[in-house]
């Protein structure tokens, strides 16, 4: 509810960075709760932070470093151009004919051919997974279901980034 003090209760930029990974990421919704005054208006501190907020996550994720869309299968490898610093994936499962269906996945990657190793691993996809990691120069990343309900998996989206860029 709103409060005469709210602006003393603002949370941080990083504060709703964080809310995000932990919701979004993890195939779940954001509420921010922007409560109105009795103006019936969300109080200015509060839109200048949602504001900043939402340039930090378009800076984030809106121009992914490669991507690949509509793929099926047990394994989806994108390939990079050249060997390129990323340290964030987003995964995205076809959800809408058959529901969520992956139950544990491992996310790959390799500088060269044969070269691959662990970046990250899962027990859950839905419409958005967001996986962060350190920071690795590759060229190829490689998702590779391990455990689903059903095979073949289909996958809506898969892109990488660099967020510390």
């Known amino acids: 509810y709103w409060t005469a003090d709210g602006e003393a209760i603002l949370y941080s930029l990083d504060d709703l960075v964080s809310m995000y990974y932990r919701s979004v ?70 959800i809408a004919s058959t529901g969520e269906q992956i139950l544990e996945y491992r996310l790959e990657g390799a500088r060269g051919e044969d070269d691959w190793q662990v970046l990250c691993e899962g027990q859950s996809i839905g419409h958005k997974r967001i996986q962060q990691f350190d920071s690795k120069e590759l060229t190829n990343v490689r998702l590779r279901i391990l455990k689903a309900k059903a095979s073949p998996c289909a996958i809506r989206h898969l892109s990488v980034y660099d967020c510390d860029g």
Request: aromatic residues 4%; without cysteine; negative net charge.
């Open 25 to 94: 990421g993890r195939n779940a919704n954001l509420l921010l709760n922007a409560n109105p005054g009795p103006d019936g208006l969300v109080p200015d501190a509060d839109m200048r932070r949602y504001e900043a907020f939402g340039r930090e996550i378009r800076r984030r994720f809106q121009s992914p470093i490669a991507e690949t869309e509509n793929q099926t299968g047990d394994i989806v490898t994108l390939t990079l151009e050249k060997p390129t610093r990323i340290n964030q994936v987003v995964i995205m499962e076809d």
